[in-house]
Every structure is written in structure tokens, then in C-alpha cells.
């Protein structure tokens, strides 16, 4: 019960910020579209300005899958304080929000809490992605594979800023694999979605 209380609090102290942040600057473009059959799979997290939740998290990866019914269902994996670190997973689902071309999504987290999640760019051939929101509090700089060329890194640094964030505030997320310990979650997704 007081984690739920904590949890509760703490969303709400993180919609207010949202609010405030958001007025304050204007909102983010996403893409016009997003193949949705295409962008499913495992993401590799380059950098992120980072929830409270990824904030020593080695390894991270987000994975999606599409359930029958059009949710997305994600979990969020990572090492936490090393690469030898405890796994530890957060999953949650998303709905696509109606007239945004599959490209702004509302994430559902822990029963209460609904947060966004806009594909503010998106390369042609969907091999990394920036995901942001309005407030400009977290950012998340993915790829399809564990690291990017130090152009393609400096190429969505640039884009990032561009889109009104603070680069100190970004972390470069550490990658090492294979990680021997990690397996797919998809059977774990794809139960998700079906439940």
C-alpha cells in the first residue's frame, strides 16, 4: 500500500512537471507515419535522459510486440548498476493515439499512469529511432543494434537539441553483447498482449 502511494505521488508530481514544461515550450512534431509492423522488435537504448527507473541501467533494450486487439505491448529490460548487474524488467502497454499516423502513443504504467511517447524522428529504413515527449524530460536515442557510428551518434545529439532538450542531461547507456543472460522476451510479450 505505501508503494502504491509512493508510485501514485510520484506520477502525479511527474504530470504537474509535464504540464508546466509543456506550456513552456511548444510541442514536438512527430513523424508523419509509423509502419507499425515494421518498428516492432527489440530497440537498443544508445543514450536517454534517463526515468528514475533506467538511471544506472546497463544494457537496456526496449521490445515491442502487436497484439491482435492493436495494443502494443513493451518491455523494458536492463542491467541495473553493471553489466553483471540483477536483470531487472518493466513492461507495460500502449495504445496508438487516433489520427497521429501510429506515430504518438499513450503508455499505460503500472495500472494508473499514462505517459507519451512521440517518435519525434525516424530513419528510412527504421534502424534508429528518437522517441521524446512535449515536456522535454526524458528522451530515449535507439538503434537495432547495440551501438551506432560516431556520425549517426553526433546526427541524433543534433537532432536532439534541435528539439529544445538539454544534451548535459543526456547518458550514453552502456552496451556489451551478447549478454549471456538475457533471452528474447518475446513469448513473454506475446503472452502479455493475449491476456
Avoid at 522517441?131 to 538503434?143: G, K
Avoid at 538539454?166 to 543472460?181: E, T
Wanted: hydrophobic letters at 40%.
Amino acid at each position: 500500500m505505501k508503494h502504491s502511494r509512493k508510485l501514485l505521488g510520484l506520477g502525479l508530481l511527474l504530470a504537474l512537471a509535464a504540464c508546466h514544461s509543456a506550456r513552456a515550450q511548444k510541442p514536438i512534431e512527430p513523424v508523419n507515419h509509423v509502419q507499425l509492423s515494421r518498428y516492432m522488435g527489440r530497440w537498443y537504448v544508445i543514450a536517454s535522459i534517463p526515468t528514475r527507473f533506467g538511471r544506472d541501467g546497463y544494457n537496456q533494450v526496449e521490445t515491442y510486440h502487436l497484439g491482435a486487439d492493436g495494443a502494443i505491448c513493451t518491455s523494458f529490460r536492463f542491467r541495473d548498476g553493471g553489466f553483471q548487474g540483477p536483470l531487472k524488467t518493466i513492461r507495460s502497454t500502449a495504445t496508438v493515439v487516433p489520427g497521429s499516423g501510429n506515430a504518438q502513443w499513450s503508455v499505460r504504467l503500472f495500472w494508473v499512469l499514462h505517459a507519451q511517447y512521440l517518435v519525434a524522428w525516424l530513419a528510412a529504413d527504421y534502424s534508429r529511432v528518437i522517441v521524446a515527449r512535449d515536456a522535454r524530460d526524458y528522451v530515449w536515442l535507439m538503434a537495432r543494434t547495440p551501438q551506432v557510428s560516431p556520425g549517426d551518434y553526433r546526427d541524433m545529439l543534433a537532432r536532439v537539441s534541435a528539439l529544445g532538450y538539454n544534451l548535459q542531461r543526456l547518458r550514453k547507456v552502456p552496451q556489451q553483447w551478447p549478454d549471456q543472460r538475457d533471452s528474447a522476451p518475446a513469448a513473454a510479450l506475446a503472452r502479455q498482449c493475449s491476456s
